[in-house]
């Protein structure tokens, strides 16, 4: 299954009396109904690791854009009605710059990799604290309480999977505890979220910016509000897409195939 | 007024410093220039008149080198081109329109190893990069470990191997139109050119050629040479091109750290003492 297609429901379930594995993309299962699939007996696998650098890597591309103002400033570059560069045109310093990070998982923990060499102090919440090594390894602070992340952060990115407990994890009351000159950058799932409340954060002023790599849905209708606005990069959910990450990711489907088909232990099962 | 001016804050190259303004000014001191970059500058014209200059290294090496690191990225992953699919009125596209190139394991070539070059490596070695550096002298052997980066001595042995190839020199008359059509045709196909030195360094019309018939994969250019390019350049039609308005050190913080650096320099020459980042004719 590629992207969530095609939707694996009770009917197409029944329909396919001889299914025995379904090989999913990427790294998330939110839109997987587990006890569904587990109760016609049917196997599921995923890729989570490969994508994790090149997911991280976005997180960062999303970052610097946003904050250097990349987008506006390349149309500016290239627009036809440019005469001169204005000379106060400014973006937002990264380095020494506070990132919070929300969900420490594998792809969480490589973002802070990357964000610790442009020397940012590190902050992150995660249902679970990490072991000290790991959190000296990058220097990172661990925020118990959501709140005193997202009151410190110049950056708050997103990096947690889509479960009941995190749909909108982010909404009216956690960007208002944001600084106004902070960034919301998600590589998780939209519905993590609150996109209406976003839209008004970001027209009232409440926070500075955005860049998301996923909304709800994908891809949002035409006339949204997100669409339209100056202080937001929306890119198409390309958290895994590169050439030798997609590659490996049809490898591992197929191989988890293979062992499903023929009865043997299945690679990346999810369970 | 001439009379009273005893110091000169250069912002963007503005005012111009040319022979009729150093006689108009007897009691100019010092002229500091806010950025690294002299080039805009006679240096021995203005030493000439009895007058310091001084540039503001410290302040820019950080915020350039994230300049570097976000063409980088955002070369790699195609950034500006989906996220026009992204607004776009149909959203239709299909995978080959959005793949990128993978970063992590990808051979990172720095021409340049100064202070911004060396921050470039130590951010690319997060992502997991292999480094190659080309320098007019090697670094020390701590200095190399420490970002794992391998020396280069000619120029088009790093320019063969590298997928990303980021400049970062000083605009002297040794590196104008260092990037040509034959350093162009060393790199790889697959490859991606990003400058943030200086328009000069790069042989621009070779550059288009190069792009437009496939040389070279992409470019991203801070720089340029004018900037801006008049509206009818070639390099402006290109599709694997990302062009910024020279933002490299363009932060709220740069330009405060920036400003302070000049204000330092101006008030040693103004009192007799050093100056702190002095440049001097060569």
């Avoid at chain 1, 049917?42 to 610097?64: C, E, Q, R, W």
């Avoid at chain 1, 020494?96 to 420490?104: E, K, P, Q, R, S």
């Avoid at chain 2, 190659?132 to 200095?143: D, F, G, M, V």
Wanted: glycine share 6%; aromatic share 4%; with cysteine.
């Amino acid at each position: 299954m590629w992207y969530h297609r095609p939707a694996i429901n009770e009917e197409l379930l029944q329909s396919l009396p001889d299914l025995k594995i379904v090989a999913s993309s990427g790294v998330g299962i939110d839109h997987l109904d587990l006890k569904l699939l587990s109760s016609y007996g049917v196997k599921v696998a995923n890729t989570p690791f490969i994508v994790s650098t090149d997911t991280a890597d976005l997180g960062m591309a999303l970052l610097l854009a946003s904050s250097r103002r990349l987008v506006e400033g390349h149309e500016m570059a290239v627009s036809p009605d440019t005469g001169y560069f204005p000379a106060d045109w400014l973006g937002v310093q990264v380095s020494g710059a506070t990132l919070g990070i929300v969900g420490m998982g594998t792809i969480g923990y490589k973002v802070a990799e990357r964000a610790k060499a442009f020397e940012m102090k590190i902050l992150y919440h995660n249902r679970n604290q990490r072991k000290k090594e790991e959190e000296s390894a990058i220097g990172a602070v661990y925020c118990k309480k959501i709140d005193d992340l997202l009151r410190q952060s110049d950056f708050v990115l997103l990096a947690v999977n889509l479960t009941p407990q995190t749909c909108k994890l982010i909404g009216k009351t956690e960007l208002e505890l944001m600084k106004p000159t902070a960034t919301l950058i998600n590589i998780s799932r939209g519905l993590v979220v609150d996109q209406d409340a976003l839209v008004e954060a970001l027209q009232n002023k409440v926070i500075k910016a955005a860049a998301l790599d996923v909304t709800y849905p994908e891809p949002l209708p035409r006339d949204h509000p997100l669409l339209k606005l100056k202080n937001v990069i929306i890119t198409p959910h390309i958290g895994s897409a590169t050439k030798k990450t997609r590659w490996v990711m049809m490898e591992e489907m197929a191989e988890s195939i293979e062992a499903g088909l023929a009865g043997l232990p299945i690679p990346r099962e999810v369970l | 007024v001439g009379k009273k001016v005893q110091a000169i804050y250069l912002w963007w190259h503005k005012p111009v410093i040319n022979k009729e303004l150093l006689q108009s000014l007897p009691n100019l001191k010092v002229i500091a220039n806010s950025g690294v970059g002299m080039d805009h500058l006679d240096l021995k014209l203005v030493a000439s008149f009895g007058v310091k200059m001084a540039n503001a290294p410290r302040a820019v090496s950080s915020s350039t080198a994230d300049t570097g690191m976000a063409l980088l990225l955002a070369s790699a992953r195609r950034l500006v081109e989906v996220r026009n699919i992204s607004i776009s009125p149909s959203m239709e596209y299909c995978e080959a329109d959005i793949l990128g190139v993978k970063i992590a394991g990808a051979t990172l070539g720095i021409i340049g190893m100064g202070s911004i070059g060396y921050k470039i490596a130590l951010r690319a070695k997060a992502f997991e990069m292999n480094i190659l550096y080309h320098n007019r002298t090697q670094r020390k052997a701590q200095e190399e470990q420490a970002v794992s980066a391998t020396y280069c001595e000619k120029i088009d042995s790093l320019l063969q191997q590298a997928d990303f190839v980021m400049v970062v020199v000083s605009l002297t008359p040794q590196t104008h139109k260092l990037i040509g059509k034959r350093e162009l045709e060393l790199m790889k196909p697959t490859a991606t050119l990003i400058n943030i030195s200086r328009g000069a360094v790069v042989d621009q019309e070779a550059l288009v050629a190069a792009l437009q018939t496939g040389v070279i994969r992409a470019a991203a250019l801070d720089v340029t040479s004018p900037e801006p390019l008049p509206r009818d350049h070639p390099l402006l039609k290109l599709k694997n091109i990302i062009i910024t308005p020279h933002l490299g050190i363009k932060t709220d913080k740069a330009s405060y750290m920036i400003t302070e650096e000049a204000v330092e320099n101006i008030l040693a020459a103004l009192n007799g003492l050093p100056l702190s980042s002095e440049v001097l004719p060569s």
